[in-house]
């Protein structure tokens, strides 16, 4: 018989981080009953393998899932084999136009899972594709579940509310999604779901059908949406905003160093453990600090501490300190361009590919952006002499730059 922590306990993990627990009172008689009977808590987490490359916004439910199941609970994630051919409209304005076939969720399932292991215990994890229950499903059946809900409730959506008003179209699959994942709690008979602030209507949904099959009725536990690196949108790959789980550890440090201060603190309390009142007095610091720590923190929980150790020191190297980067692209010149030895600066900016062109090269150079060396020597025309040697660093800006290899 797995041992619970106290309640009061349980509630200060679970609370962290969560922006709505809906009904919440109900939350703490699930939690007691379950510390009496000795009886895990069974806690759903659903996901529509839809070509999902796992990234931090991602892993917000993912990591209380991994809470729950730190706690004694029985985590239960739902692979939507059959809700990803429908697709989740939640926070869309459209119909998704590219449709999945039934082979490419499954291959996105396997991927999934994959990347999933970097947070969950897979080893402790009920796995299901919702395809078990929904394939077996006669014509009949589909009707009575349709039967469960008006268009006027489903209208009540927010998502479908504004498509609605501005005319745009709703397609009758797209209606069955709600209910579909509503039924997958009745299948697995979840006491809890995870998910985001946009999933109540769905998660209250599944409480109707949970009562009328005369089960228990699951509580909705509801995080924030993560925002992504450029502070103001939704975390996404298609926005170019997100912070990847399988990324190198350095292209992981050197995207949460862009971040905005002001995202930190969301940022600590949803993708770290560090106690709040830590991360207060990190706040309170200086914002390069802070950052270096919450980075080192993220990046070792899906690497390892070395690794982001690693990580920190070069980007301090290469990026905070001003210093040369490991690795330096190759600029290739021709030594019959070389005129005893030299090219002129505007050339030299030109042939090597930094500039466009000679023009850009001109105008770089008589704003003072390009220079040659380590030490960053700046070109003081376009037509100063340059000595050209094997190995000589040339710089057109701060971020474009090589170093010389001498061909024949």
Known sequence: MPTFPPVADQLAVIRRGIEKIVPE??????????LKTGTPLRIKYGIDPTGIDVHLGHTVPLRKLRQFQELGHQAVLIIGNYTALVGDPSGRDAARTKKLTEEDVERNARDYLEQVGKVIDLSRTEIHRNGDWFARMTFAQVLGLCGKVTVAQMLTRD????????????????????????????EIKSDVELGGTEQLYSFMLARDLQREQSLPQQIGVMSPILVGTDGVRRMGKSLGNYIGIS????????????????????YFELLTNIPLTDVEALLSGHPKEAKVRLAKSVIAEYHNATAADEAADRWQREIGGGGLPEEIP????????????????????????????????????????????????????????????????VWAGKKKFGKVELQD
Not at 247 to 266: A, C, L, N, W
């Open 330 to 393: 190759t600029l290739t010149v021709k030594r019959g361009d070389l005129k005893e030895g030299k090219l002129a600066a505007a050339v030299l900016l030109k042939s090597t590919g930094l500039c466009a062109s000679t023009s850009d090269a001109r105008r770089l150079i008589a704003q003072g952006g390009a220079s040659t060396g380590a030490e960053k020597t700046r070109m003081t025309s376009h037509d100063q002499p340059i000595d050209i040697v094997d190995g000589l660093l």
């Open 247 to 266: 990324e190198s550890p350095y292209d992981m440090m050197k995207k949460f160093m862009q971040i905005p201060d002001g995202v930190m603190r969301m």
């Open 25 to 34: 009172e109900e939350l703490a008689q699930k939690l007691e009953q379950s």
């Open 159 to 186: 998502d479908f509310a504004k498509r609605y008003a501005a005319n745009t179209p709703i397609y009758l699959h797209e209606c069955l999604y709600p209910l579909m994942q509503g039924w997958d709690s009745v």
